[in-house]
């Protein structure tokens, strides 16, 4: 009956509950006690079957008012242990996304809209896919020890570095598959820089390459222009200049107008009202031959930039090093959803 569902169910959380327990049902004016004043009344016959249940019934109080008190004189009473179970747990800190991460994405999902894919390579690189199929002439300065890390340096073409630039992974691909390629490299890459507020011995790039039939100047204009103004808003201007890259040509190098000052002058870009962005060209012909493309059939462009160049202009940050310190004072303040 009813009782016997209370009792079964009956958990005490302290003392005092299973006091009231013991009262309610086994006390000297309690159920049970009751019930074997009824008892009394019953006629005989009844008496045999009424007496069971009522047996039963006590002995059933009984075992949980004793097993409830022996997890109770075990000791493992929750006042005593000085906790509240009822209180509120503690809320825990969440991390937030390093700047630079928060930037990568973003550049990564304006170019996948446009269908480009995202493609990796190593960061150790050999001569080949860092500097000769890239169509860097033997005596070009990048190839020498100031600006890149040797890991093995012999004649130039055993040559092993960290690579200076995702180009290496442009290089990959196309002689890894067919054109077309649309495709971003997202990266880090190593300089042999003295560190300072402007340059560190490692950054962060992300390189395009488009290849197809009939890819023109125009399209790199255009699928450039559409990214800066996917990344920025549409309230500035953009301005190409003539450039040299060993592995593009025509070159050129990609300004915009300060989004910090909207062209007004600031220190961000050196008081010119610019700020380069990206590096850019079409895929010089040397180039494709040199990962087995036609350059007869086949055209395309490249870009590059530096991921730290992008949020530096993005969060207003002027010193390089703060991204690499790992200081959190820095790296709470990029909270976001993503
Ligand atoms: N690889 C160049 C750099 O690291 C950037 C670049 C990429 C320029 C593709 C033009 C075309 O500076």
Redesign the pocket.
Known sequence: DQYTKEINAFLAANAEELETFRIKFLGTKGVIKDLFEQFKTVGTEEKRTFGKVLNQFKQLAEAKYNEVKETFDSGLKTEDLGLDLTLPGDGFNTGSRHPLSLVRIEIIDIFKRLGFVVAEGPEIEDDWHNFSALNFPEEHPARDMQDTFFIKKNSGKDDIALR????SVQVRMMENGKPPFRAIMPGR?YRNEAISARAHCFFH?V?GLYIDENVSFADLKQTLYHFVQELYGADFKVRFRPSY?P??EP?AEMDISCTICKGAGCNMCKYTGWVEI????MVDPNVLENCNIDSKKYTGF???MGIERIANLKYVIRDLRLFSENDVRFLKQFKTEI
Do not use: D
């Not at 200076?164 to 180009?167: A, D, E, G, K």
């Not at 990206?278 to 060209?281: E, T």
């Open positions: 200076t630039h995702t180009s890459v790039q390189e890259f592995f593009t070159s990206l590096g850019c060209g490249a870009f590059g």
